[in-house]
T-cell receptor
């Protein structure tokens, strides 16, 4: 299995709703990431988990709450979002193992969840 | 951030070669990557190059790296309509264990 699977593929939610995005990989990668991507723009890093621990939070508003229940799963809990949060949310994973790292083949991205906040 | 620069658009005729260019800022970057994104899809890793290499070839793809000028290019030979997509270059900086810095992306359009 060489894929990162994201569900759902599309999500429409109101500003008062609570929803969750899910990401799963079975490649044994120990680093997992959430990115936000607006149309025609590069992905912007939100969170990094390494060995199931949050290692980077790029000053993301608290209405986005990540969770890593185990080494294969990554969730992003959403609450009280704003219309400007509408975007493609991408999950990725990698084999990185530290600052020097082993040879790095890059990140494997999922196909994303298209989120619309109304 | 967008410290990594790319031209926004490129159009080529089917069968011609495409060359997508990228200028990065950190001379200590260890790995450089090319990703392809088709409409509505995630990013697909096309190829990567380690900073001690000048060139890497993989079937129709050729990556050239000029460390002195901090310039990276991706050449696609015999470009096909299926190659139409946005291409992002990305760098992994030596002091950044887990972050990629992406370029702004180049929209490649292949004309019949």
């Amino acid at each position: 299995d060489t894929e990162v699977t994201q569900t759902p593929k599309h999500l429409v939610m109101g500003m008062t709703n609570k929803k969750s995005l899910k990401c799963e990989q079975h490649m044994g990668h120990r680093a997992m990431y959430w990115y936000k991507q607006k149309a025609k723009k590069p992905p912007e890093l939100m969170f990094v988990y390494s060995y199931e621990k949050l290692s980077i939070n790029e000053s993301v508003p608290s209405r986005f709450s990540p969770e890593c229940p185990n080494s294969s799963l990554l969730n992003l809990h959403l609450h009280a979002l704003q219309p400007e949060d509408s975007a493609l949310y991408l999950c990725a994973s990698s084999q990185e193992r530290g600052l020097q790292g082993l040879f790095n083949y890059g990140y494997t991205f999922g196909s994303g969840t298209r989120l619309t906040v109304v | 951030g967008e410290d990594v620069e790319q031209s926004l658009f490129l159009s080529v005729r089917e069968g011609d070669s495409s060359v997508i260019n990228c200028t990065y800022t950190d001379s200590s970057s260890t790995y450089l990557y090319w990703y392809k994104q088709e409409p509505g899809a995630g990013l697909q890793l096309l190829t990567y190059i380690f900073s001690n290499m000048d060139m890497k070839q993989d079937q129709r793809l050729t990556v050239l790296l000029n460390k002195k000028d901090k310039h990276l290019s991706l050449r696609i030979a015999d470009t096909q309509t299926g190659d139409s997509a946005i291409y992002f270059c990305a760098e992994k900086r030596s002091g950044s264990a887990r972050q990629l810095t992406f370029g702004s992306g180049t929209q490649l359009t292949v004309l019949p």
